[in-house]
Protein backbone atom coordinates (compact mmCIF):
# COMPACT_ATOMS: atom_id res chain seq x y z
CA UNK A 1 0.00 0.00 0.00
CA UNK A 2 1.29 3.25 -1.03
CA UNK A 3 1.46 6.14 1.58
CA UNK A 4 -0.10 9.44 1.41
CA UNK A 5 2.13 12.44 0.62
CA UNK A 6 2.76 14.87 3.97
CA UNK A 7 2.86 18.34 3.78
CA UNK A 8 4.20 20.34 6.29
CA UNK A 9 2.92 24.16 6.14
CA UNK A 10 4.49 26.92 8.60
CA UNK A 11 2.79 30.66 7.76
CA UNK A 12 1.83 33.73 10.19
CA UNK A 13 -1.35 34.12 12.10
CA UNK A 14 -2.22 36.63 13.98
CA UNK A 15 1.51 37.43 15.66
CA UNK A 16 2.16 33.73 15.56
CA UNK A 17 3.92 31.07 13.32
CA UNK A 18 1.79 28.17 12.90
CA UNK A 19 3.36 24.69 11.79
CA UNK A 20 0.73 22.39 10.89
CA UNK A 21 0.67 19.06 8.74
CA UNK A 22 -1.87 18.02 5.85
CA UNK A 23 -2.33 15.23 3.23
CA UNK A 24 -3.92 17.61 0.24
CA UNK A 25 -2.76 20.84 -0.96
CA UNK A 26 -4.00 22.82 -3.31
CA UNK A 27 -4.00 26.62 -4.87
CA UNK A 28 -7.44 27.66 -4.00
CA UNK A 29 -10.01 29.03 -7.18
CA UNK A 30 -10.21 31.97 -4.87
CA UNK A 31 -7.08 34.23 -5.90
CA UNK A 32 -4.53 34.56 -3.11
CA UNK A 33 -5.16 31.60 -1.04
CA UNK A 34 -4.04 28.09 -0.60
CA UNK A 35 -6.22 25.68 0.20
CA UNK A 36 -5.14 22.75 3.29
CA UNK A 37 -6.85 19.53 3.62
CA UNK A 38 -7.28 16.45 5.47
CA UNK A 39 -5.06 17.60 8.28
CA UNK A 40 -2.96 15.19 10.71
CA UNK A 41 -3.20 15.78 14.53
CA UNK A 42 -1.06 12.78 16.07
CA UNK A 43 -2.87 10.00 17.84
CA UNK A 44 -0.17 9.88 20.61
CA UNK A 45 -0.53 8.20 23.63
CA UNK A 46 -3.23 9.52 26.04
CA UNK A 47 -0.53 9.42 28.41
CA UNK A 48 1.76 12.24 27.42
CA UNK A 49 -0.38 15.30 26.50
CA UNK A 50 0.87 18.36 24.11
CA UNK A 51 -0.56 21.45 25.14
CA UNK A 52 0.40 23.61 22.09
CA UNK A 53 -1.54 19.74 19.71
CA UNK A 54 -4.46 20.24 22.05
CA UNK A 55 -4.80 23.81 21.21
CA UNK A 56 -4.36 23.40 17.42
CA UNK A 57 -6.74 20.33 17.05
CA UNK A 58 -8.97 22.78 19.12
CA UNK A 59 -8.84 25.50 17.19
CA UNK A 60 -9.08 23.20 14.04
CA UNK A 61 -12.20 20.95 15.13
CA UNK A 62 -14.78 21.00 12.23
CA UNK A 63 -13.02 22.31 9.70
CA UNK A 64 -13.11 21.06 6.91
CA UNK A 65 -10.68 22.78 3.99
CA UNK A 66 -8.61 25.46 5.60
CA UNK A 67 -8.00 28.22 3.17
CA UNK A 68 -4.43 30.27 3.89
CA UNK A 69 -3.10 33.51 2.24
CA UNK A 70 -0.37 33.30 0.37
CA UNK A 71 1.06 36.51 1.76
CA UNK A 72 1.50 34.50 5.01
CA UNK A 73 3.05 31.30 4.09
CA UNK A 74 6.58 31.04 5.06
CA UNK A 75 7.14 27.55 3.87
CA UNK A 76 5.84 24.49 2.65
CA UNK A 77 7.95 21.13 2.46
CA UNK A 78 6.52 17.51 1.46
CA UNK A 79 7.98 15.34 4.33
CA UNK A 80 7.79 11.71 4.63
CA UNK A 81 6.48 11.50 7.86
CA UNK A 82 4.42 13.84 10.00
CA UNK A 83 5.98 15.90 12.80
CA UNK A 84 3.98 17.49 15.89
CA UNK A 85 1.77 20.36 14.87
CA UNK A 86 3.14 23.53 16.70
CA UNK A 87 2.34 27.18 17.29
CA UNK A 88 5.41 29.30 17.71
CA UNK A 89 5.37 33.17 19.07
CA UNK A 90 7.23 35.62 17.04
CA UNK A 91 10.04 37.25 18.68
CA UNK A 92 9.96 41.03 18.24
CA UNK A 93 7.41 43.47 17.72
CA UNK A 94 4.02 45.10 18.99
CA UNK A 95 1.57 42.39 19.47
CA UNK A 96 -1.15 45.31 19.06
CA UNK A 97 0.45 45.93 15.67
CA UNK A 98 -0.78 43.94 12.68
CA UNK A 99 1.06 45.03 9.49
CA UNK A 100 -2.10 46.12 6.55
CA UNK A 101 -1.33 42.69 4.16
CA UNK A 102 0.03 44.20 0.74
CA UNK A 103 -1.31 42.59 -2.57
CA UNK A 104 0.09 40.57 -4.84
CA UNK A 105 -0.73 41.66 -8.02
CA UNK A 106 -0.77 45.41 -8.70
CA UNK A 107 -2.47 47.21 -11.82
CA UNK A 108 0.02 48.52 -14.05
CA UNK A 109 -0.48 52.41 -15.55
CA UNK A 110 -1.17 51.08 -18.71
CA UNK A 111 -4.36 49.06 -17.72
CA UNK A 112 -7.81 50.81 -18.10
Known amino acids: MASKTVYKIIFHNQNKVYEIYAHQLNQSAMLGFIEIEDLIFG ?28 HSVIRIDEVEKEGTNRILETSGGDGNVTPFPSPIYTPTKDSN
Not at 45 to 67: M, N, T, W, Y
Request: glycine share 4%; proline share 7%.
Open 43 to 70: ERSSVVIDPAEEKLQAEFSGVKRAFVPL
